[in-house]
């Protein structure tokens, strides 16, 4: 009964506090998988069909951001972009700015997903077959045209599986931002369980909390799969 109380919606529980900060992580992790995507999808097509000086960008762009750990680029970035945004607005006489931890959030956690994205998008672009594009290039499609009727449709069966993985990870890396006290589900299990002592029941309510999370992102992206394999043969869908 004590535990149960500790969990309770209502004060002195804090179940109200911890579905809070749910929320919050759900929301930058919406936000920086989204950014990630564009970013993702901007450099696969850069690495594939850009100019030597675009692929030597985005190859140290990939290769730094995935090298580095997240902790540590989270630090960086947080702080960087927030200190340049503010120099940039004092040299054309404007007042420093709060930059909000949602927006912060989600450009930081964007930039990171956005490495791995691109990474995921260029390999499944590669797997389209070969034939497809050729035969929609010899018919005068152009481009943007054949991105958008052939290669992108195309390659999300591809891309699923390691778009799924990034999703989580996106859910799972929210929990950074707890070092530059963003109020996401993990500060708020943090505060909780100092506040309380019941440790064991805090964080034990937070890992039942991702797990949901996880296995309804699961459920959802095997869907999203399912239907981006339509139409193929059952042995390659079983693979």
Known sequence: METLSLLALEPPGWGANLLRGLVNSIQIALGAFALGLLIG???????????????????????????????????????????????????????????????????????????????????????????????????????????RRITLPAMLAFAMPGMANLWLIATKDTALLAVVGFAELTLETRQAAATTKAFFTFYMAAGVLYLIVTLTSGLLFGRIERWARRGEPALRRAG
């Open 41 to 147: 999808t901007a450099g696969a097509y850069g690495k594939l069909y850009g100019g030597r000086v675009t692929r030597d960008l985005l190859a140290i762009y990939t290769t730094v951001v995935r090298a580095v750990p997240e902790l540590i680029l989270i630090l960086i970035l947080y702080f960087a972009v927030t200190d340049a945004v503010n120099q940039v607005l004092l040299s054309f006489g404007y007042p420093r700015i709060q930059i909000s931890g949602v927006v912060a959030g989600i450009a930081v956690l964007g930039v990171v997903q956005g490495a791995y994205a691109t990474e995921v998008l260029r390999g499944a672009i590669m797997a389209v077959p070969s034939g497809q594009i050729e035969a929609a290039r010899s018919m005068g499609m152009p481009p943007l045209m054949l991105a």
